[in-house]
C-alpha cells in the first residue's frame, strides 16, 4: 500500500473538518488520517495531533485509532513521539472510557530517558487525571504494584510530586475521591516495603480525612498491624513481617505523636506478638532498642487502662534483665548499664505507674532502680566534668562544639532517667509525676529549631561501668542509695563531686570508665586515677587534698580524657586545688 503524504491528510483533515455535523460520514478520510501513522516522518506528526481531534466522531474506528496512536508512541522519533503524547489526553476529554489505557501508556512512558518527554507525560498525566480523575488514579497505583521496577519507581515519584500537589484541588471538585485515594494508598501499604512504605504513608497520613479526625486515625492505627499479621500471628522466622513490623510501627509513633490517638491497639500487639521475654530476645540489638522505644512512645500516648495489666509484668521483666541485682559485694564489678535502653523501659513503668498507681512497689523492681539511681549520679558527675572544660574552651571549633552536644545530649538522658527513678522510688502516695520528655524526642526539638545543625538522630547508647570506681565510693554510694528512697533532691547531683584521697595513693590504680554512645559516633569519658604524673606529661592533670587525715602533701592525680578509636579528643577537666 503507497504512502500517505501529507496532503492527502491535509485534504482529509479539510473534508471532515467542514461536514460538521455529519462528520461521521467521511469514514474514508479517517481512514486516511490513521494511515498517515505508519507513513514518512512527517505524516506520523500531522496524524498524531488529528486522530485525537476526530476521535468521537468514527466509533467504528475506535480500537484501530487507539493502536495508531499506541504505535507512534514507540516511535524512533522524539519528534513524533511528543506530538502524540501532547495528544492523547484529547482522546479523554471525548470519550472518558479510554481514560485508563491511555493513562496506562502514559505511565510506561514515564520510563524514557529524554527529560523534554518525560515532562511532555507528567503534564499529559496530569491532563487526563483532571479529566477524569478516579479511574486515572485507579490505574496509577495499579502500576505502583503491577508494573515493572522502573514503571514502579518512575510512577511513585509521580505520585509523591505531581499529583501530590494537585490533588486537593481535585478533592474538592469529587467529594468521592479523598476515600479512593485514601483505599488505593491502603493497598498500596500492604505489599510495600522500606522506602515505598514511608512514601505511601506520609501520603496518607496528610490527606484531610486524617488531619483532626480521632476515629479515622485510630481505624488507621489498627490497621497498620493488620499488615503485619495477615494470617492471624507475627512469625519471627518471616524476614518480610520483621521488616513490615518495623516499618508499620515507625508509622504508628508519627500518629501516637502528631495526632494523640490512643496507643491501646499498639500497645496489645506488641504484648502479645514482641515482648514477651522468648520472642523479644530472638531481635537483634538494633531491633530491641527500637522496640523498646516504640513501647516508650506507646507508654506515652493515652493507652487503655484495663489493657495495662497484660503488658506491666513484661515491662518489669524487661527492666529486671537489663538492671541486674545491686551487689553487696565491694570488690564485685558491678555491669555496665546502657542507658538509652533503660531510659525507655522506665519511661514506660513511669508512665504506667501514673496511671495505676503502685505498678512498681515490689523489691524486685524497686532494688533495680535504686542501682540505677547510684549509676545514673555517677554519670551525671562524669559527663558534666567533661563539660565544664570543654565549654571553657575558646575558640570552639566545629569539632568541640559537636562534642559538647554530644555530652549534652547524654546529659539529657541520664537526667530524665534520674528523675523518674527518683520518683518511682517515692511511697506511692508522694509521687507527683511531672511530665518528661523523652531525650531523643529532646535532640529532635533542638535541632529543628537551629537548621544550621545537622538533623539529630536518636540517642543510640549510654553504658556506665562503675564497677571501677575507687573503693572509698563504696560507703557513699551505700549513703546515696538510702537517700534516694526519701528520695534525695535533684540538686545535689549539680554539685562538684568531691575528690576523696585514697589512703595509700601508691596502691591505687583504678579507671571511672562512662561511656557515652551517641549516633553516628561513639566517645567515652574516662578518668584514671594514678600517682604518676610523667606517664601524663602531656596532659593538665586534676588535684585535691586528701580527706583521709594524711599529709597535707598526699594528693590523687585524675586524668580525663574522651577517647574515640582510642584517639584522645578530650582533655582534661579542670584543676580543682592543691
Known amino acids: 500500500m503507497p504512502q500517505v503524504t501529507v496532503e492527502q491528510i491535509y485534504k482529509a483533515y479539510s473534508e471532515i473538518q467542514e461536514a460538521g455535523e455529519k462528520a461521521s460520514e467521511k469514514k474514508e478520510s479517517y481512514q486516511i488520517l490513521i494511515d498517515g501513522a505508519h507513513g514518512p516522518t512527517s505524516s506520523k506528526r500531522l496524524s498524531a495531533r488529528l486522530i485525537p481531534t476526530f476521535f468521537k466522531h468514527f466509533p467504528e474506528y475506535y480500537e484501530t485509532a487507539i493502536d495508531a496512536l499506541f ?86 515519584k509521580f505520585l509523591a510530586h505531581e499529583l501530590n500537589q494537585f490533588k486537593g484541588e481535585l478533592f474538592e471538585q469529587d467529594k468521592e475521591l479523598e476515600q479512593i485515594f485514601a483505599d488505593e494508598l491502603k493497598k498500596a501499604l500492604r505489599p510495600a516495603e522500606g522506602p515505598e512504605f514511608e512514601i505511601f504513608f506520609k501520603m496518607l497520613i496528610t490527606l484531610p480525612m486524617f488531619e483532626n479526625n480521632q476515629k479515622n486515625n485510630e481505624n488507621l492505627l489498627q490497621e497498620l498491624f493488620i499488615y503485619v499479621t495477615e494470617d492471624g500471628k507475627f512469625d519471627l522466622s518471616d524476614e518480610k513481617k520483621v521488616q513490615k513490623l518495623f516499618s508499620c510501627g515507625k508509622a504508628a509513633s508519627q500518629i501516637l505523636l502528631q495526632k494523640g490517638v490512643s496507643s491501646t491497639s499498639f500497645l496489645i500487639f506488641l504484648s502479645e506478638n514482641v515482648l514477651p521475654v522468648d520472642i523479644f530476645s530472638k531481635f537483634n540489638e538494633k531491633q530491641q532498642r527500637t522496640i523498646l522505644r516504640f513501647l516508650a512512645e506507646c507508654a506515652a500516648a493515652k493507652p487503655d487502662e484495663a489493657k495495662l495489666k497484660d503488658v506491666v509484668p513484661l515491662v518489669k521483666q524487661l527492666l529486671c534483665n537489663e538492671v ?48 540505677v539511681y547510684m549509676e545514673t549520679q555517677k554519670t551525671l558527675s562524669s559527663i558534666k566534668l567533661g563539660l565544664i572544660d570543654l565549654e571553657k574552651r575558646s575558640p570552639k571549633d566545629p569539632e568541640t562544639l559537636e562534642r559538647i552536644k554530644k555530652c549534652k545530649n547524654g546529659q539529657a538522658m541520664t537526667e530524665n532517667i534520674f528523675s523518674m527513678v527518683k520518683e518511682l522510688l517515692k511511697p506511692s502516695k508522694f509521687r507527683t509525676y511531672p511530665k518528661i520528655t523523652l531525650s531523643w524526642q529532646k535532640m529532635s526539638a533542638s535541632s529543628a529549631q537551629n537548621q544550621s ?72 569519658v574516662v578518668g584514671v586515677p594514678t600517682n604518676n604524673r610523667a606517664k601524663y606529661s602531656n596532659n593538665v592533670v586534676m588535684t585535691g587534698r586528701s580527706n583521709s587525715g594524711n599529709s597535707p602533701n598526699t594528693r590523687r592525680i585524675i586524668h580525663t580524657q574522651i577517647q574515640k578509636n582510642d584517639q584522645t579528643l578530650y582533655v582534661p577537666p579542670p584543676r580543682r586545688g592543691t
Open 71 to 156: 504505535d507512534l508512541c514507540e516511535d524512533t522519533d522524539l519528534n513524533v513521539r511528543l506530538e502524540v503524547i501532547k495528544a492523547m489526553p484529547n482522546v479523554v476529554k471525548q470519550l472518558k472510557n479510554y481514560s485508563e489505557r491511555i493513562a496506562d501508556a502514559l505511565l510506561q512512558l514515564l520510563q524514557n530517558e529524554s527529560a523534554q518527554e518525560i515532562a511532555a507525560v507528567k503534564k499529559a498525566l496530569e491532563t487526563v487525571i483532571r479529566s477524569d480523575p478516579q479511574r486515572a488514579i485507579r490505574v496509577i497505583f495499579a502500576q505502583t504494584m503491577n508494573g515493572s521496577i522502573e514503571a514502579r519507581n518512575r510512577t511513585i
Open 453 to 524: 545543625l545537622p538533623k539529630s538522630k536518636e540517642t543510640k547508647s549510654i553504658k556506665t561501668a562503675s564497677s571501677s570506681l575507687p573503693s572509698q565510693s563504696t560507703s557513699t554510694s551505700q549513703k546515696r542509695a538510702a537517700s534516694a528512697v526519701q528520695p534525695a533532691s535533684v540538686n545535689n547531683v549539680n554539685k562538684k563531686p568531691r575528690i576523696n584521697n585514697p589512703t595509700n595513693t601508691g596502691a591505687q590504680n583504678t579507671n571511672i570508665t562512662t561511656t557515652i554512645r551517641s549516633s553516628p559516633n561513639n566517645f567515652r
Open 324 to 371: 541486674p541485682q545491686a551487689t553487696t559485694d565491694a570488690s564485685a564489678k558491678p555491669p555496665a548499664l546502657d542507658l538509652s535502653r533503660v531510659e525507655y523501659i522506665i519511661y514506660a513503668l513511669y508512665n504506667f505507674d501514673a496511671k495505676v498507681s503502685g505498678l512498681t512497689d515490689n523489691d524486685e523492681v524497686s532494688s533495680r532502680l535504686r542501682h
